[in-house]
């Protein structure tokens, strides 16, 4: 089913339902179908929280139109009883890791500049503060897998290279070739447009993101195959917990995509969640932080996105771009792909 027809099939009650609760986003169905007032971004705390009062007790948001797939398994794995949310974000993002047609994550993903797959994740629990990472691991196509094994079965947080491949096979997990001939292709065409002093380029680094929340408690999760053509070894902040990540239950949660680095320099979901946890709005906190990246980063101007959750399920999306979108389920629209509104 597409995009379109997907949307199209939301009911009347829930399109009314998602014009009353999504006007603090700006956010609108990916098929267009809300009213231009939809559009608008209210432009004080008080507007914000005044257009979005809904309660949610069980929601999931992840980023990008690749999202909606991951959140059907997510959605269907924690209706059905999960354990917890960490549950629901494992098994949501290991779908866009498993996708080929997916290039910025997982099998499928753009190489680095040497041609090799080096995939970044991480995964965290609200409650506790518990949480796992892999870094420019090789070989392995669930990296959230082997991210949530670092944080259950060992004292570290974060593996890296050699020895998050070597704790991989430790777990009896099977390796397997993670360039797809597509990407080799690509990487090859790459290579030939290149000067002798190699760099990487702006390409492919949409990574998924996904925060799960049922009764109070969240988790979430992230995972992608990083800048396209980076240098080898290079990490961005999807397994830096703070950058491309963070959730804790006093306060919500967040996950970032685009420019890694711009995420790492300004601790970026962290700052949001710690935004929220003053009483901000998710929209307010995305907002706040994507403006003060775009003040320190001048010049580079940065390609960033946040999405976060409050307690109370409320949601914010903010990007720097104007075409981010996100995946959103809950138990009044099912699952839908909205479109972020870009920071002015």
Request: overall charge negative; glycine content about 10%.
């Amino acid at each position: 089913m597409s995009d379109a027809d997907h949307d199209a099939d939301v009911a009347p009650s829930r399109r009314r339902f998602l014009e009353g609760s999504l006007r603090s986003t700006g956010a609108v169905l990916l098929a267009g179908s809300l009213p231009a007032a939809c559009s608008s971004m209210p432009e004080s705390r008080e507007e914000i929280v005044k257009a979005d009062d809904l309660v949610r007790t069980r929601v999931i948001v992840s980023t990008w139109k690749m999202g909606r797939a991951a959140n059907e398994v997510a959605w269907t794995t924690l209706v059905d009883g999960a354990g917890h949310p960490l549950d629901a974000c494992e098994a949501g993002v290991r779908v866009t890791e498993a996708d080929p047609t997916t290039t910025s994550v997982g099998y499928g993903g753009r190489p680095n500049a040497d041609g090799v797959v080096e995939l970044d994740s991480s995964i965290m629990r609200g409650d506790t503060l518990e949480c796992g990472s892999v870094a420019a691991l090789q070989n392995i196509r669930h990296p959230v897998t082997v991210a949530r094994a670092v944080m259950e079965q060992t004292p570290h947080v974060l593996l890296v290279g050699d020895g998050a491949l070597q704790f991989a096979r430790g777990l009896g997990i099977e390796e397997q070739e993670m360039l797809t001939e597509a990407s080799r292709e690509a990487w090859e065409a790459w290579k030939l447009s290149q000067s002798a002093e190699r760099a990487a380029v702006e390409e492919d680094h949409d990574t998924i993101g996904m925060i799960a929340m049922e009764g109070g408690q969240f988790a979430m999760a992230v995972t992608t195959s990083g800048w396209a053509y980076k240098l080898p070894g290079r990490v961005g902040d999807s397994p830096i917990i703070g950058a491309g990540g963070y959730c804790d239950d006093e306060a919500g949660a967040c996950v970032a995509t685009g420019d890694g680095e711009e995420m790492i320099r300004s601790c970026a979901s962290f700052a949001v969640v710690e935004a929220m946890r003053r009483g901000a709005h998710p929209e307010e906190a995305c907002a706040d932080v994507l403006g003060r990246i775009a003040r320190k980063a001048g010049s580079r101007k940065p390609s960033v996105a946040l999405l976060a959750v409050d307690r109370r399920g409320r949601v914010g999306a903010r990007s720097l771009r104007a075409d981010f979108h996100y995946a959103l389920s809950d138990d009044e629209v099912g699952t839908v792909v909205l479109h972020a509104q870009a920071l002015a």
